[in-house]
């Protein structure tokens, strides 16, 4: 045999579909993250000033519609 061949070596081949699409998940995750982070957390919340600030609350219509059919 004048020439030996190496079956071993084999050429290298990119997948760059897949290294983008990985790229642009890794990319989306991050960003993802980075809006769930830039809604503010609400702690804390009185639920009694907030109800003051929305009035009373109003009435059922047929419980309102019965009081006045009983005057």
């Known amino acids: ?3 030996k061949l190496n079956i071993a070596t ?3 081949t990119r997948l760059k579909r897949k290294d983008r699409k990985n790229k642009a998940r890794a990319n989306n995750r991050q960003t993802r993250i980075k809006q769930l982070l830039l809604t503010p957390v ?8 907030l109800r003051a600030q929305f ?3 109003p009435k059922n219509k047929v419980a309102a519609s019965e009081e ?3 005057e």
């Open 1 to 3: 045999m004048p020439f």
């Open 10 to 12: 084999m050429g290298v």
């Open 42 to 49: 609400i702690k804390n919340v009185d639920m009694d000033e």
């Open 55 to 57: 009035g009373e609350a």
């Open 68 to 70: 006045t059919a009983a």
